[in-house]
């Protein structure tokens, strides 16, 4: 039943994103900074948690878990190291996947030339 759930879910997240796409003017940039706002916004009142006790892994697939992450981790190093843990809970959580983006993307732009 987990994998039904993770499925509904991100085919469900995947379906809001094509419907915002195909009926408003937002570009794909702002329709993911928007669900980046959305799973922030979720978890800072711990309902994301929430959705990924019943989702399981499929709920940290979408982009509305880098928003998760975000947040999750700037409470956690908050308790802790007071203000300066907000930066720090932040990128240690994210840092994985920011610098691997910033790696592949310098590789591939080294491999493939972009078409004018």
Do not use: E, R, W
């Not at 094509?18 to 980046?36: E, R, W, Y």
């Not at 979408?62 to 999750?72: A, D, E, K």
């Not at 007071?82 to 996947?97: Q, R």
């Amino acid at each position: 039943m987990l994998f039904i759930n993770s499925f509904l879910f991100c085919g469900t997240i995947c379906l809001i994103a094509q419907i915002i796409l195909d009926n408003t003017k937002l570009t794909p940039g702002h329709i993911t900074s928007l669900f980046v706002v959305i799973g922030a916004f979720l978890d800072s009142f711990s309902l994301y948690d929430l959705i990924i006790k019943y989702v399981g892994g499929g709920a940290l697939v979408p982009i509305t878990s880098f928003g998760h992450s975000l947040v999750h981790g700037a409470l956690a190093k908050t308790n802790g190291y007071g203000l300066m843990g907000i930066f720090m809970g932040m990128f240690d959580l994210t840092a994985s996947g920011i610098t691997a983006a910033i790696i592949f993307s310098f590789i591939f732009s080294l491999i493939f030339k972009p078409k004018n």
